[in-house]
Structure formats: structure tokens, C-alpha cells
């Protein structure tokens, strides 16, 4: 990771970008949003609470706390809620126990003291945590800042204010104060009330690494001198005063770390940078408690020297690469505990998104975005910075959370806006790599004149690569339900297809075996609904068959080409079985439809052994043909000469060729694509 943050260091340096540089102790609060607001706790001069209120998400994320040791901090801290219940799991179920309560509280109607009993108080481990955050933390940043501050400044008077605080007083006033805003509405009961099964109270009272719900909070004075604690100048201030001091104890030292620059501090930990989704970073080499990285006795700061620039600079360059403000620019959300970073060498002042073309997005964030539009103007907003800008690589990277430690770079590559413009293109036509399809849909959109929900042809869309992963992975049965999920590929794997050429021949080929095996069921119900003209209640129609497409390009097999073969015609021919069987049921059976038509009902036969496989169409088949041939000259009988004329041209031309014993991965794909492809209105016989 560091070798990666360097290079993004040197990308900001050429683009004359100089972020706020945050001292290693002064890490941002948690998060905040509607549900987990960060709470503002007013003191008066004198330590004692005057009002709580829930900071703005926006004033929140300016923030920071002096954080020395992990969960030990000023003016933020973490609090549990004030009480723990135990309660049954039905009564938890739902959070009806919660809203029920609310509405008593806002009725007036609930008595504290039979509610909250002494035994559920929750605070203890909070109560050690305050006294650390009040008494240790608070002589550190006195220590830290007092020689340089003036008496009459806000942080000045803060620190006065929070060495006189008692924890008692502070519980009791904090309680009062929370009770009465729950009552008012203006705060989530969660800060006072928590509950739980017996089950989990257990596992919590056992194990101290069991997660328990948390509250941010952030100390501020009402008597502050010109700005307020929780204001990002005082940040800046505290940040300033900080570096001031760390100044004071630089030794010297001459020589140079791994990227050439001053080896000063170079046994001291790597710092920790809080980002989206992954939480806190811990950037580090390789570490003396892991016994194969110490097997040669060379480890951390012997092996890989890095001084205290050069961590500096990769903590800014993960912060700035990493900010909210550059979401679907130069990072992006790509799984639930990963992300993806992508930038240019030369950085644009516009904001170019690089990430979201990937698809490192919530799928809400997406939306109707098309990948071949948001392509097309990533590369040519690259195209237009000029002739350096658009020569230089693009970096791509993922950050992966390992566990609640370790951070790992799973994937590294760079490219050239050429090779991307490249397979961009060829990634579009790989999804577009399918015949029209006889796939429909309902419209959002109600017919006028009967009210009733529209169908529409489906048109296939490309996915976006990142998103890949999410249908080679997913299990369908046959019913056309969800049979799970596995963990084969990752959302790397989608980039290496899409930026791979020749060396992604072979990572196609197992894809294509995992999807179509993986996706069989979702396939098969898709084309039994077909055959008998019914609309299926699959999702994400407009991407599985472009899958399809998009697999069979890499592995070298373009329409054009798999269209005229063995297998794409086997799915066609069964395609027609299923007309004309349909079409039997109509007429004959007065529209009495079998549960599955003759034709879909041997598509894994026909996928197994299709020798085998026609032997038993032409028998299943045969009522229905003879009927079809001697029936003209009443109801359908268009269609019906329409479907004979189909069935003898497929017939005519798998008559003259080979057919294999058992199709593989790539041929099964392509009999799906038959099947489900459409026919032309008009053909001469």
C-alpha cells in the first residue's frame, strides 16, 4: 500500500495539490447520519452539561479529536447508551419494543423508574473511558499545547473546563438531559436505551471484543472566545499547535528512507487514516508479530525504511484520495469491505469519474447511468487535458479489509487512456455480442386505454465491471428463486477482464464455467416462460445474456461466427419444437398449456448428449408436426406454416453437420442464446 500512496503523493505534488496536513493524533469522528448522529455536549465554565444537541452531517465531517491511544480521545469520544435490556427476541423483533416506547414517551405516559433499573445500567466501561479521555487524555493535550496558548483562546479555556468535570455529575446530568430531548423528539432513543437477547448479553459480558452500539459525542464550552470548539478553524488551530510541539523533539539525522527523503522518525508507527466503507487504515509494513515476516530477523523500518515525510505524505495522499467530496472520481465503493481507487498521473482540475465508469457505485448512485455513455466521456474529458495528459497511465488499485487490522492491496494495474478507450469498446461489444432477443419485460408505464402495466422488449445493456462478479456468483434454481451466493470472483476480477487481452483468454474460459453452471437455473426458467409467451419475473434481464455475449467475444467467438454453429442452432431448433407444441395446445387443447413445452423441457438433455437428445424431440415432437403439416386454411394457420418453414430450414442445415457428444461451457451458452433469440417476421422458404 505504500509503494501505491506514494505514487498518488507524487500525482498530487505535479498537480500543485497541498491538502490540510492532519497531525497523526488528530483522526476525524465516526461517520455521522440521521440514525447515528454526533451529539454536542454544551458545558458551562464551571464542568456541568447546559444542552445537547445533534450536530449537522456536514459540520460533523469537519471535525476531529486529539486521539493518543485507540478509543481514548478529546473533544470527541465514543459513549455506549446509557442503559442494556435484556428482552426476548420477539419483542426485539421489528424494533416494536422501541417505536412503542417512543410513543409512550411522547404521550408522557412512561415512568422512568419502572422502565430503567439499576441493573441495566450500561455505562460502566464508559465511565473508565471517561476517565481516561478527562484526566490522561486532557493533561497530554495540555502538555501538547499550554506553553503556546494564550489564556483567553477557546482551547485554552476547554481544557480548563474539562479538568473540572466529575464523572458522577457528568452521568447524571448527561442522563437527565438525554431523557428529556427523547421526550421532545430531537434525539434517537438509541442513546439511552439498548436491548438485547439473554444470548448476546452473555457474549457481550465475556468477550470485550463482542461489538456493541456506540455513540459519537463532541465537548464544547459556552463561554468560547470568538469560535466555538466543534468549528474547523479551532481544528486548524489545535492541528497547528500540535506540530509545533512535534517540531520541538526532531533529532537530527542525515540519512535518507526508501523514497529518498529524511529518515527522521523512522521507528514510529505508521499512522491511521479513517476512510469510507473500510474504516480505519493502519498504514504499515510488515510488523515483528507475524513469525513468517520475522523468520530473517529484518523486519519493519530494517527492511522497508520509511521516516516520518514519507508517512506523512502517503497519509495525506490516502485522505485526499479517499475524501467524500471525490466519490465516484478517484475512489469508489466495489464490495462491502472494499474499494477502488483509480486517477491519473497528471490530475485534472475537472472532476473526471474514473471510479463510477468501473462501477465502484451503489447501485442507486448508477441509476440509469449506461456504461458506454459514462465511457465515452471519462475518455474523452482525458483526451481533452492535453497531449501529456492524455499519454499518461492511469492507476488503478483496490483496498481490501482483511479483518479489523489489516489492509491489503488486492489489485494494482495501470493504463494508458488508449488501452482503456480500447476495451471500453471492446467491452461494449462483448455485451452487445447477442442476436435480438425474443425477451420482454413489464413497462413501468400503464397502457391509456386499459390501465394495465405495458410488455416490452428487453434490450440489453452492458454491466459495468465492477459489477461482474455479483452475477458469476449468484446460485439460480430452476423455479427462477435465488439458491445462494459463493465467493469465486471478486470485483478485481471484473476489471481484469475488461483491461486483460490475450492473458484473460484463459480467466474467460473459467468464468464461462462457473456462469453458465451457476446461472442454468436462471436460464432455463427464462426460456421455458419464453416458449409459452410468458413474462417471467427474473431481474436483471438486460445483463445475464450480455454476460453470455461478453464471455463468448473474450474467448474469441463473435456472433457472427457462433450464430452460424452446431449449438446456437440446437437452441433455435428447440425453440421452434416449443412453437409449434405451443401453438398445438391453442388450437387443439383450447389453450391447455403443459407446465413445459417439448422443446425447453430438453434443454439440459440437449446440453448432455444431443444426439441422444433429437432421438427424443423427434419422438416428443411428432404428434405436433404432423398435426402442423396437414393443418391449413383456419385460425393461426399463418403461424403455424410460419414455424414449419423455420423448423425445415434448422432442420436442412443440422442435418449436414457433426454434432459433439457432450457441449461444452461456451456451446451451452450459445444454446441459450438460440433459444432465446428472435426470428425474422418475413423469410422466404
Known sequence: MIDELVKVANAMAGAKIVPIDWHDKLVGLPKASKYKPCIRIWLTSDGHIKELESLGIGQAALLRKYEPDLGRSLPGFNVRPLFRQVRSFEEIQGK?????????LKKGYLDWSLFLREEDDFWAKTRDGLTACFGRVREQLEKACSSRLNNDETLAKFLKTVSKIDIETFQGEYTAAVKYKIQQGELPFSLLCYFVTEEKKRKEDTNSRAPVPKISVFLDIVDYSEYPVAHERTMIRLNKLLWEKDKETIPDNNEEDAYGLDSKFIEEKFPRVTVPILGGV???SQVKTIPAQMRYHRCESITFPVGAETKKRIRTALEWIADPERDGETYGIAGDRELLFAYPRILPRDKVPIAKMFGAQPDISLGE????????????????LGISAAEAELEIFFLRKMDKARTKVVYYRNVSVELLERASGIWSEGCQNIPLLDVWDWSEERDENTGKLRAVKIDSASVFPIKLHRYLNTIWKRSGDHAGKVKIFEPADGLTLLLGEQQCIAQAAYMMERFVQ???????????GTGKREITKLPDKIYYPGILG???LKLGKGKDEYMKENAFLLGRFLR????????????????DLPPELCGSSLLVGMMESPGRTMHQ????????VKWARAYVGQDKAGLVHFWMQQWAIIADQLHLSEWPKRLPPEERAQVFLGYLASFPKNQNQ
Open 96 to 104: 416494536k419494543l422501541e417505536k412503542d416506547l417512543i410513543e409512550l
Open 282 to 284: 493502519i498504514l504499515r
Open 369 to 384: 447511468v449506461k456504461f458506454e455513455r459514462i465511457a465515452n466521456s471519462v475518455i474523452t474529458q482525458l483526451k481533452g
Open 518 to 528: 451457476h446461472s442454468q437455473g436462471y436460464f432455463l426458467f427464462l426460456c421455458r
Open 550 to 552: 461478453l464471455l463468448l
Open 576 to 591: 421452434i419444437a416449443d412453437e409449434i407444441h405451443r401453438l398445438y395446445c391453442e388450437v387443439v387443447r383450447d389453450n
Open 617 to 624: 424431440l423427434a419422438m416428443r415432437s411428432a404428434p405436433y
